[in-house]
Nanobody
């Protein structure tokens, strides 16, 4: 199994910034990926951004140009830099580790992000 620990959530005003971190107990292999998903009250969980072991990235259309995902050199930590935050970004953000070969997904406990005046 893979254990994931998220941090960095909190309350921020519209237009502000936050950086989320996720530390994994296992590094990414080239065919694995890590990423961030979010779930707002009453809505389904949605993809925010992913990054592969080869540093290929993917973003939801709603966050392109505002959010940036990156990983550590050891490929065991991912970051989500969130700029120009909007109230609609308010959600619980979950870190994800995808084992492509085993077709398994691992999830962190989630961290709350609230964007409000």
């Amino acid at each position: 199994q893979v254990q994931l620990v998220e941090s960095g959530g909190g309350l921020v005003q519209p237009g502000g910034s936050l950086r989320l971190s996720c530390a994994a107990s296992r590094s990414m292999f080239t065919l694995n990926s890590m990423g961030w998903y979010r779930q707002a009250p009453g809505k389904e969980r949605e993809l925010v951004a992913t990054i592969s072991g080869r540093d290929y990235t993917n973003y939801a259309d709603s966050v392109k140009g505002r959010f940036t995902i990156s990983s550590s050199n050891a490929k065991n930590t991912v970051y989500l830099q969130m700029n120009s935050l909007k109230p609609e970004d308010t959600a619980v953000y979950y870190c994800n580790y995808r084992d492509t070969l085993a077709v398994d997904d691992y999830w962190g406990q989630g961290t709350q992000v609230t964007v409000s005046s």
